[in-house]
């Protein structure tokens, strides 16, 4: 399997057999060695999840043409493991994910289950990056989106990043002609308002859907948000120290005085 | 329910018959009202998984004397997100998580379902706070850390922290004399090196049980797990907005740099 081009570990959290992590696959595959490992069914909303309280399954399968893959039982971050320990014996060069049907900008970074599988990646030492479309219908177009993955791989290839960092990509429904290129931004800072849909089950017992309306909140420049809707793909570089460094001084500077 | 005592929001990943949940609500039970929203089962490893492929379920339970409680079929996140809709039609004044039984320092922020319901409650604009003790047993003695709790906690109540921000805190096991109180720290740099177990189950298929070693590669001082083995409780403040500036200053000039 190995041989000197880069080893590129594509994964998603849609599943092995959603049409968004065909297209990441066509968009990559002539930049270095592909190896698929992708969850065996969806796991959109996963976040960080990793499967401790139960095992995991692993099956080699055909689903892409000339290309390795495999199927996991697990959350995207099991499959970002897993890849390492049991397939690859050895780190990839890079880790991308995706292609996500939906976006993934601004706050949806915490609920993604694309963007953990990047982030499980950046944490083990692996360049990375999570590639979402703005359309989450299974039909999408994904033309664009493999543009931009093409060009930006090939950049991150060239041009390695510092460790323990990744990157949200997020690419905007526009036609080619409109498309103004990549941007780098900030997450932009919105919520999801959530308003669950209470119904009743056949045996008279509630049961509840959640609904969620975005909310922008940010009055700011330079926002991921900003970027798509001026027909920029956003880029978003991303740590995984969540520490508020700023808030860790004036806790320190207030407690001292309280002392 | 609603009265001028604060509403004091208590949820964890452990689920609401652990025995930490049990001591986090005795902890703060003078300081407000308490309202538990929890999870009916175990979900640790979480991380900020939330429930959208499928309903939820949310029962009004009695297993506080004197507290309001409610046990849900979803995620830490989603106890969260239903108790503002659907039980306080209100934000909650505070919202505390955990106790965790089981450390959740440095890297683990990202996998902790203890740490992503308060990450929740502060994307909603409630301060909130995350409690782990190092102690994953189910019998783990929480005495310290009830008093930690309670310091916290009456110390928030009465000054305000920056919305969207929240605190990560770990207790130390150890005796009462050796406590040395609370420190203010960074996330520690640090990983889980995973070497999964492999077997094979009885119809002669392969399964795989996630086995990891804590890898603390941080170099440096002021961190959460350097806090800890000096007998301190660890508080590290996060954010939400993880955009990695420095990066993206970076990352702005190298791509001007290529244009």
């Known amino acids: 399997m190995m041989n000197d081009r880069p ?15 065909r297209a990441l696959v066509e968009a990559v595959k002539d930049l270095g060695e592909v190896v698929v490992v992708a969850p065996d069914s969806p796991q959109s909303g996963m976040g960080h999840a990793i499967t401790i309280g139960s095992p ?4 080699k399968v055909s689903v892409f043409e000339g290309i390795q893959s495999w199927q996991c039982s697990g959350t995207p971050a099991d499959c970002v493991k897993l890849a390492k320990d049991k397939i690859l014996h050895r780190k990839a060069d890079i880790c991308v994910s995706g292609i996500n049907h939906g976006a993934n900008h601004s706050i949806n970074v915490i609920y993604s289950g694309t963007m953990s599988a990047a982030m499980e990646a950046a944490i083990e030492g692996i360049p990375s990056v999570g590639f979402s479309l703005l359309d989450f219908k299974f039909d999408a177009d994904f033309t664009l989106a493999k ?8 950049r991150m290839l060239a041009n390695p990043m510092p460790e323990h960092t990744l990157l949200n990509v997020n690419v905007p429904v526009v036609e080619a002609k409109d498309f103004k290129g990549m941007k780098i931004c900030r997450q932009a800072h919105a919520k999801w308002e959530e308003n669950f849909d209470q119904r009743t089950d056949p045996r008279g017992r509630d049961y509840y859907w959640m609904v969620g309306k975005f909310n922008n909140m940010d009055t700011g420049t330079n926002t991921d948000v900003e970027a ?3 027909g920029y793909a956003s880029v978003v570089p991303i740590k995984i120290d969540f ?3 700023a808030m860790k001084a004036l ?8 002392a």
Chains 1, 2 share one sequence.
Do not use: C, H, Q, S
């Open 7 to 21: 080893i590129i570990l594509v994964t998603n959290d849609d599943g092995i057999n959603a049409p968004g992590i």
């Open 56 to 59: 995991l399954r692993l099956e």
């Open 147 to 154: 543009t931009v993955v093409y060009d930006l791989v090939k």
């Open 228 to 230: 798509l809707a001026a």
């Open 243 to 245: 520490t508020d460094y």
């Open 251 to 258: 806790l320190e500077k207030e407690w001292n005085d309280m």
